[in-house]
């Protein structure tokens, strides 16, 4: 089992940047494929993107493609999300997810509490 605290959100102008992190419990990090959901008001949560467990591949929603890029360091157990060109459609709570599958949209086992990112106009 794997515990996930996400941190880093804020809010921000539109076309700025911001970067999440997520941190993952347990020494077993590397074998988690960890994916970034978020959720906006009145909206379904949506995915925003995968990452395999070494890092190698990656997977995005085609609404962030070329805007936002995941990373993860296997030494500390961490996640990224790193978002750039931010527009007011981003606001959401983001949510980070792992599981042991092959890199995908899903289903995901374990999730963060999420982080609010608010962009204004």
């Known amino acids: 089992q794997v515990q996930l605290v996400e941190s880093g959100g804020g809010l921000v102008q539109a076309g700025g940047s911001l970067r999440l992190s997520c941190a993952a419990s347990?020494?077993?990090?590397?074998?988690?494929?960890m994916a970034w959901f978020r959720q906006a008001p009145g909206k379904e949560r949506e995915f925003v993107g995968a990452?395999?467990?070494?890092?190698?591949?990656?997977l995005y929603a085609d609404s962030v493609k070329r805007r936002f890029t995941i990373s993860r360091d296997n030494a500390k157990n961490t996640v990224y999300l790193q978002m750039n060109s931010l527009k007011p459609e981003d606001t959401a709570v983001y949510y980070c997810a792992a599981n042991r599958q092959p890199l995908g949209r899903g289903p995901y086992d374990y999730w963060g509490q999420g982080t609010q990112v608010t962009v204004s106009a």
């Open positions: 990452i395999s467990q070494s890092g190698g591949n990656t």
């Open positions: 347990g020494r077993t990090f590397s074998t988690y494929a």
